[in-house]
């Protein structure tokens, strides 16, 4: 087993946990603009409610995006910071991964097409099978991420349920699923926890980069707002 230490600031939410040997503790609150304030603090906090200190700590992970531009620019900086000195390597994680697993978790249902509001009409877009076999969890994607407008979507080949603010658009997204999904998880954001988890799995599969390579994923250019073609679709 191995000690992560998790971290996301990618939406209004701020987290951070630390996934100990298989069992994870997290500190998760909804703190719009705050997050440069609290993460560090509650970085301190969480490795002072473990009784550890960083140079315990085998890896860091955090949520690469998508999300805020300002959130993801906040947590790659401090995951930056923090393993380089000291001397740790860093898992990127997928903050759509995060939110399937989430609803796993939740619900026990295994295909979730996870969303994230980008403004402007957009949506961050990805789907993913979740499961757990013999105590070890399994996400597999069935869907590229994209950034999109959910109106140009085509139908989709797999069934699917909803979670994250991109289901804000539920009436467009239902639509375009074989069969009508039950209430999307509309409320429910990334979690650090979850990055936890799944960090373990890279870092189990060799996953890990250096601090240089900690670098988000914001799939739409903040300059020029062009995005990126998504592949829509079963693989």
Same mark, same amino acid.
């Given at each position: =087993?191995?000690?992560?230490?998790? +971290?996301?600031?990618?939406?209004?939410?701020? @987290?951070?946990?630390?996934?100990?040997?298989? %069992? &994870? #503790?997290?500190?998760?609150?909804?703190?719009?603009?705050?997050?440069?304030? +609290?993460?560090?603090? =509650?970085?301190?906090?969480? +490795?002072?409610?473990?009784?550890?200190?960083?140079?315990?700590? $085998?890896?860091?992970?955090?949520?690469?995006?998508?999300?805020?531009?300002?959130?993801?620019?906040?947590?790659?900086?401090?995951?930056?910071?923090?393993?380089?000195?000291?001397?740790?390597? %860093?898992?990127? &994680?997928?903050? #759509?991964?995060? #939110? @399937?697993?989430?609803?796993?978790?939740? !619900?026990?249902?295994?295909? *979730?097409?996870?969303?994230?509001?980008?403004?402007?009409?957009?949506? /961050?877009?990805?789907? /993913?099978? &979740?499961?757990? &076999?013999?105590?070890?969890?399994?996400?597999?994607?069935?869907?590229?991420?994209?950034?999109?407008?959910?109106?140009? +979507? %085509?139908?989709?080949?797999?069934?699917?349920?909803?979670?994250?603010?991109? *289901?804000? /658009?539920?009436?467009?997204?239902?639509?375009? #699923?074989?069969? !009508?999904?039950?209430?999307?998880?509309?409320?429910?954001?990334?979690?650090?926890?979850?990055?936890?988890?799944?960090?373990?799995?890279? *870092?189990?599969?060799?996953?890990?980069?250096? @601090? /240089?390579?900690?670098?988000?994923?914001?799939?739409? $250019?903040?300059? @020029?707002?062009?995005?990126?073609?998504?592949?829509?679709?079963?693989?």
């Amino acid at each position: =087993m191995a000690v992560i230490l998790a +971290l996301d600031t990618s939406t209004p939410a701020c @987290s951070v946990a630390l996934n100990l040997n298989g %069992v &994870v #503790l997290e500190d998760f609150r909804m703190a719009p603009r705050l997050h440069n304030d +609290l993460i560090l603090p =509650m970085v301190d906090q969480i +490795l002072a409610q473990a009784e550890i200190t960083l140079a315990d700590v $085998d890896a860091i992970a955090f949520g690469r995006g998508p999300g805020s531009f300002t959130g993801l620019r906040i947590s790659a900086g401090v995951v930056q910071g923090l393993a380089f000195g000291a001397d740790l390597p %860093v898992i990127p &994680v997928s903050t #759509l991964a995060a #939110l @399937s697993l989430e609803g796993f978790q939740k !619900t026990g249902k295994n295909n *979730w097409l996870a969303a994230l509001d980008a403004r402007m009409g957009e949506i /961050y877009l990805g789907g /993913y099978h &979740v499961n757990k &076999v013999a105590g070890n969890y399994e996400i597999r994607p069935l869907i590229d991420e994209c950034v999109v407008k959910p109106e140009s +979507l %085509v139908a989709f080949n797999e069934q699917f349920d909803g979670i994250g603010s991109g *289901w804000c /658009y539920e009436s467009v997204l239902s639509s375009l #699923l074989p069969d !009508t999904p039950e209430h999307a998880l509309v409320d429910l954001a990334p979690r650090a926890a979850c990055i936890a988890e799944l960090a373990l799995l890279k *870092w189990q599969q060799g996953e890990a980069v250096s @601090s /240089y390579d900690a670098i988000p994923t914001y799939l739409r $250019d903040e300059i @020029s707002w062009e995005k990126q073609a998504p592949r829509i679709g079963k693989r």
